[in-house]
């Protein structure tokens, strides 16, 4: 695991998207897993600047978002097609049937039994194997929660999960409540790649910025592998890159890091 601490916020998104930007001109039609969250909006800022400016080109890439939210349709402006839409897509030259975001409105669903019911179970297996028919994703953009999850990977989260529905905790909810009008109307659930799917990306690329991170990230990087970490699993990675900013990395060892 590769922890390269960045001045700010701006150098680590800077870094992160030359990153990307390198693997795609090595390999035109890179399998690219995309994150959502603040944290990557400054990365998608300056993909798209290089695709405008030096004309990285998106034509042929296939991406895969990690989650999404249940119950709110696309276009709502919380959605994550509407985010990924929004902060890149509409901006670069991404053939609109390579994108794939989860889908995530299912209808009446029965709460006790979501997790066996057929059209999501479906849906996941379908996810996972359009993930396979692309030969696996070559690099998965990551973010973390500051309770150390991935994707909706909640803690307690199996470390071999798989696409799957997922309750999202009370801090979850809490914290991505600043995106919506009330804390009432944050989702409860979400469709997620599972840990054992992020764990099958030949590359990982996860950035945290920002005092609230750093928690998460001492026990991601330090701490012992645990299910309740679930960026904790990186560390098994063969190719784990974290970026940060000094205030994601604060808690840090030094031992532990490089600086970018
Ligand atoms: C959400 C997303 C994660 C993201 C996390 C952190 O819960 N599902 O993929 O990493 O929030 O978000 P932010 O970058 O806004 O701190």
């Known amino acids: 695991m590769l922890v390269v601490v960045h001045e700010d916020y701006g150098a680590m998104s800077k870094k992160g998207a030359e990153i990307i930007a390198s693997r795609i001109r090595r390999k035109p039609n890179l399998v690219l897993g995309l994150a959502t969250g603040s944290t990557p909006v400054g990365l998608y800022k300056e993909i798209i600047r290089l695709h405008k400016s ?6 042929k890439v296939i991406t895969f978002n990690l989650d999404e939210y249940i119950g709110i349709p696309p276009e709502h402006d919380q959605s994550y097609h ?3 839409r929004e902060n890149l897509f509409k901006d670069i030259n991404i053939n609109p049937s390579n994108v794939h975001v989860p889908h995530a409105m299912f209808g009446d669903l029965n709460i006790s039994s979501f997790e066996t019911d057929p059209k999501i179970v479906q849906f996941c297996e379908w996810y996972e194997n359009e993930i396979k028919k692309y030969g696996g994703i070559d ?11 991935i994707a909706f990977n909640e803690p307690g989260s199996s470390l071999g999960s798989r696409t799957r529905i997922k309750t999202l905790t009370e801090k979850t909810v809490k914290d991505n409540s ?7 109307e ?16 030949r590359e990982l690329l996860l950035l945290a910025n920002g005092d609230g991170k750093a928690d998460a990230v001492k026990a991601a990087v330090e701490g012992p592998i645990t299910a309740m970490c679930p960026a904790s699993a990186l560390q098994l990675h063969q190719k784990a890159i974290i970026l940060t900013d000094k205030k994601a990395a604060a808690k840090l060892s030094a031992e532990f890091v490089t600086y970018g």
């Open 178 to 184: 600043r995106f919506f009008k009330s804390v009432k």
């Open 139 to 149: 690099i998965q953009v990551l973010g973390i929660g500051g309770n150390g999850h």
């Open 82 to 84: 509407y985010f990924m």
């Open 54 to 59: 030096e004309g990285l080109d998106f034509s």
């Open 186 to 201: 944050v989702p409860r659930y979400a469709i997620t790649m599972g840990v054992g799917t992020i764990m099958e990306a």
